[in-house]
């Protein structure tokens, strides 16, 4: 049975087992002192919507939201963001005077891990991103909003690359390449694709590489990705996606309780 005397919270999805939301936010709540119920919804594939507006009338007071309802997230919203209508998808909730309001924390999660917690400041850094997909959406903002000197977006597709460019041109220096043509090195490397679940790798350039390159992999694991394994053998730093995960929980946190909770010592316990 639901408490409604303690404020409600969810992270929804399919699947949703495996996700670590419950476990970080009870750990902010604890940290905190705040009183709260964290847990896992699993939605059926046609029925987001359903399942959110059902959380609502049990006294849900936001969500997260994950795979693959990110796209339906965004529909749902009665109002967003400036950062969730320039990545197109929302990955946190809010329920207020009968509207939904959805925010997207990826990429402020992304940008917080690399410059607080890899301590790499991206002004005027040269970055390359792997992928022009949702993921890569999700975070041009934030990473243009840093003021790097450029960024260039290698993907497969020329078309999909071309729009994200066309997107967010005029918030900074962007261009696109294919993987073959990737030239010169780099400050960071972000990959932004699905590569790593597959357990495949880009054919990227080595020369992308620099002892002071960060690689940095969205995906997170127990073990370090065939990506991140590659751009050690190449000389260059790396890290996964776990600090960004952290960072863009305590982010939504925020957006809910506005207490901004302490995430060093639940990345250093990983």
């Known amino acids: 049975m639901v408490n409604r005397k303690v404020d409600q919270y969810a992270v929804i999805g399919n699947p949703i087992a495996h996700s670590k939301s419950p476990y970080l936010h009870a750990v902010f709540a604890r940290q905190s002192q705040q009183n709260l119920s964290y847990r896992a919804l699993l939605a059926p594939l046609n029925g987001f919507e359903a399942t959110v507006r059902q959380f609502i009338r049990d006294g849900g007071r936001g969500a997260n939201v994950t795979l693959p309802f990110k796209l339906d997230a965004f529909n749902l919203c009665d109002e967003v963001t400036p950062g969730a209508s320039a990545a197109g998808a929302v990955n946190t909730l809010w329920f207020k005077n009968k509207k939904i309001v959805g925010d997207n924390t990826d990429g402020i999660g992304l940008v917080t891990d690399i410059a607080r917690n890899a301590y790499l400041c991206l002004q005027n850094k040269r970055i390359l991103l792997l992928g022009a997909g949702g993921a890569a959406r999700g975070v041009m903002l934030p990473l243009l909003e840093c003021q790097p000197a450029e960024i260039i977006i290698a993907n497969r597709s020329s078309e999909k690359a071309w729009k994200l460019i ?27 694709t699905s ?33 991140m394994k590659h751009a050690t053998k190449l000389g260059a730093q790396t890290r996964d996606g776990w600090g960004m995960l952290v960072e863009q929980a305590a982010e939504s946190f925020y957006l809910w309780r506005g207490v901004r909770p302490e995430t060093a010592k639940l990345l250093a316990s990983r």
Not at 183 to 191: E, K, P, R, S
Not at 205 to 214: I, K
């Open 166 to 192: 066309n997107q967010f041109k005029q918030f900074g220096k962007l261009s696109c390449t294919e993987f073959k043509d990737i030239q010169g090195q780099f400050d960071l490397v972000i990959n932004a």
């Open 195 to 227: 590569a790593s679940i597959a357990a495949q790798l880009l054919p990227v350039p080595d020369s992308v590489y620099a002892p002071t390159t960060l690689a940095y992999d969205m995906m997170y694991a127990d073990q370090p990705t065939l990506f």
